[in-house]
């Protein structure tokens, strides 16, 4: 994935899917966590991909440093969404169990 990234088109695809399909969607996931709602299925495979993609971009960024902020901030984005999420899981009643306060 590294080198395909060098090659001028396939970067400015994949920042152009990143900016208009994924970030609006990941953001999207974001305030459903935010508020407490669990993520579907389909929601926790989209952000698998996301996640699993972005490791692939990591030695691209690690060569260019004027990406290294963008990568942060998605990758910490990530983690406040797999937190909020798993929070989320842990407040599910459990039927035949007193409800957590």
Do not use: C, W
């Not at 695809?13 to 996931?29: C, G, H, S």
């Not at 389909?42 to 290294?68: A, G």
């Amino acid at each position: 994935m590294y080198s395909s990234l060098e090659q001028k088109g396939v970067f400015e695809a994949v920042m152009f899917r990143f900016e208009k399909q994924r970030l609006p969607r990941i953001l999207d996931i974001k305030k459903l966590v935010d508020r407490g709602e669990k993520l579907s299925e389909f929601e926790m495979e989209f952000l698998e991909e996301v996640f699993t993609d972005t490791q692939q971009y990591k030695s691209f960024v690690d060569t260019h440093p004027e990406f290294q902020m963008l990568y942060a901030r998605v990758a910490h984005l990530y983690n406040q969404i797999a937190s909020a999420a798993m929070e989320n899981e842990k407040r599910i009643e459990i039927p035949g169990e007193p409800p957590s306060t």
